[in-house]
C-alpha cells in the first residue's frame, strides 16, 4: 500500500505548485504517490501566490539549494513563459508554460504539457483523436496548450475555439493551421474539451444546455470536483467523458521527466 503521507527528509529535492488560487491542486498527492512507487527523493508542496508576487517568489526558490523546479497553474502560465530564457518546444509553440526549472545564472527553462497530458490520457483509453472534428472552451493557458498539442500531436481535424472573451479566442486561433471561432453547437462535434476554469469548484458549466452526441469524447480540465457537472451531463447523454485526472496523471511522468528526477 502506498503511503501519502509526505515525510520530510534532509535529502529531498523540493518541488512547488504555484498558483492562485491553490485550494483545488490535488499534484502534490499525486506526485507524491509516483515518487514513493518509483522510489524517488522528492516531494511537491502548494505555494499560494498572486500574479503581482509570481517572479519575486520565483527568485526567492532559486536560493533554496534543494528546490528542483515548480509545476505552475492558473493565473500564471503567461508568467512563467515571459520569465525563461530557455522555452523548450510546445512551450514556444504555446507561449505558456506550466512547469520551470532553474538553469544557468538566474535563468530558467519552461514547458507546457498540459496537452500532452490530455493526449496520453486518450491514448490510455485508446481513443484515436486524427481527423476528429474538435471544440475546445477556453482560449487561455490550458486551452492553448490542448488545441497546440491536438493539432500537432494528435492530428486532430478543424478546431473551434470557443471563449466569452472573443479576441482571446481569436488570438488562440491564430495559433492554428485550420481554426475557427464561432458559437458552437455541441451536437456537431466529436472531440469537446472543457479547459476554461468555468465549474471549478461548483455546478456552473461553461455552455448552457449542451447536446451531445453519443459517439462525442468530452474531457475536461477541471480537477475539483472530478466529474464535473459538464461532463455528468455528457456521460448522461452516452458519451466517453476523460476527468481533469486523468490529464493530470498523463503529464505527471513526463513533467518528472523535465525536472530531472527520472531518466
Request: glycine share 8%.
Amino acid at each position: 500500500m502506498i503511503d501519502t503521507h509526505i515525510t520530510l527528509r534532509n535529502s529531498q529535492r523540493v518541488l512547488a505548485i504555484i498558483g492562485d488560487p491553490i485550494h483545488q491542486v490535488t499534484s502534490p498527492a499525486t506526485f507524491g504517490k509516483y515518487f514513493q512507487t518509483h522510489d524517488i527523493d522528492a516531494v511537491m508542496v502548494p505555494l499560494h501566490v498572486g500574479s503581482e508576487d509570481f517572479n519575486r517568489v520565483l527568485a526567492g526558490l532559486r536560493k533554496v539549494k534543494n528546490f528542483s523546479g515548480a509545476v505552475v497553474t492558473i493565473p500564471h502560465k503567461y508568467d512563467a513563459y515571459n520569465l525563461a530564457h530557455k522555452r523548450n518546444p510546445m512551450a514556444q509553440a504555446t507561449g505558456t508554460a506550466n512547469v520551470l526549472i532553474p538553469i544557468g545564472k538566474d535563468q530558467w527553462s519552461a514547458e507546457m504539457l498540459d496537452g500532452v497530458g490530455l493526449i496520453n490520457a486518450l491514448e490510455k483509453r485508446s481513443v484515436e483523436t486524427a481527423g476528429l472534428r474538435t471544440l475546445i472552451i477556453g482560449a487561455g493557458g490550458a486551452g492553448t496548450a490542448v488545441a497546440v498539442a491536438l493539432e500537432q500531436l494528435g492530428r486532430v481535424g478543424s478546431i473551434t475555439i470557443w471563449d466569452t472573451d472573443v479576441q482571446r479566442a481569436k488570438a488562440l486561433s491564430a495559433k492554428l493551421a485550420q481554426a475557427e471561432v464561432v458559437e458552437p453547437d455541441t451536437s456537431e462535434y466529436q472531440l469537446i474539451v472543457n479547459a476554461s476554469p468555468v465549474g471549478m469548484g461548483s455546478d456552473a458549466m461553461p455552455l448552457d444546455a449542451p447536446r451531445f452526441s453519443p459517439a462525442t469524447i468530452v474531457c475536461d480540465a477541471i480537477m475539483h470536483p472530478p466529474k464535473t457537472r459538464f461532463l455528468r451531463e455528457a456521460e448522461k447523454q452516452g458519451c466517453i467523458i476523460v476527468e481533469g485526472l486523468e490529464m493530470l496523471h498523463g503529464q505527471v511522468a513526463p513533467l518528472v521527466r523535465f525536472l530531472g528526477l527520472q531518466d
